[in-house]
């Protein structure tokens, strides 16, 4: 059974920096395309990056050169620079089926619970 647990998040200013965990079990993550999605409330839930198993990367415009994606044996990280009010934000891991990833229209096959990301002004 795959499990993604989310960890990291938590209040901080803005220009400030966190970093976001995601630990996988039940999964072999480097097979496959795994993800940060946000969503806060009354919006649809949003792609901020995204790796595939050859370790390519894609950033939502509004993260680029402030967001950073990257994977280490059985954990997702995101590293978040420059954090913006905007970027507050529910923070989800997820993991895909496919080994490249799919358009984020599509969303991906596994969740995790979340983890609150706040940004103050």
């Known amino acids: 059974q795959v499990q993604l647990v989310e960890s990291g998040g938590g209040s901080v200013q803005a220009g400030g920096s966190l970093r976001l965990s995601c630990a996988a079990s039940?999964?072999?993550?480097?097979?496959?395309?795994m993800g940060w999605w946000r969503q806060v409330p009354g919006k649809e839930r949003e792609e901020v990056a995204a790796?595939?198993?050859?370790?390519s990367t894609r950033y939502a415009d509004s993260v680029k050169g402030r967001f950073t994606i990257s994977k280490a044996k059985n954990t997702l990280y995101l590293q978040m620079n420059s954090l913006k009010p905007e970027d507050t934000a529910m923070y989800y891991c997820?993991?895909?089926?496919?080994?490249?990833?799919?358009?984020?229209?599509?969303?991906?096959?596994?969740w995790g619970q979340g983890t609150l990301v706040t940004i103050s002004s």
């Open positions: 997820a993991a895909d089926f496919t080994s490249r990833c799919p358009d984020p229209v599509y969303g991906m096959d596994f």
């Open positions: 790796i595939d198993a050859e370790g």
């Open positions: 039940g999964y072999t993550y480097s097979n496959n395309c």
